[in-house]
């Protein structure tokens, strides 16, 4: 019996990694201006543009050019709501 729960258990990690590197495929790379909006309702608008461009991540850009990388924008929302740390 131990060898079958050892034989399901390496499965199931085996299907977990698996299904980790899709989900990374997958997940977005890049949000537009107003996903990024869209996320922090609560920050107006043009503090989201003028946060973004101190930093160097958004210059005005329109269609693909202004897509925003999701790194970038998951930093400034920890900066935006204290969970960025020192």
């Known amino acids: 019996m131990p060898a079958d729960v050892g034989t399901a258990m390496h499965y199931l990690a085996l299907q977990l ?14 949000w537009s201006l107003d996903e ?5 309702p609560t920050v107006p608008r ?5 946060l973004l461009r101190e930093r160097g991540i958004y210059r005005g850009q329109r ?5 925003i990388p999701v790194e970038d924008v998951l930093r400034l929302e920890r900066e935006i709501h204290g969970g960025g740390g020192s």
């Open 17 to 30: 990694e698996r299904t980790n590197r899709l989900l990374e495929a997958l997940a977005p790379r890049y």
């Open 36 to 40: 990024v909006c869209r996320r922090n």
């Open 46 to 50: 043009a503090t989201l543009i003028e």
């Open 63 to 67: 269609g693909r050019a202004a897509a």
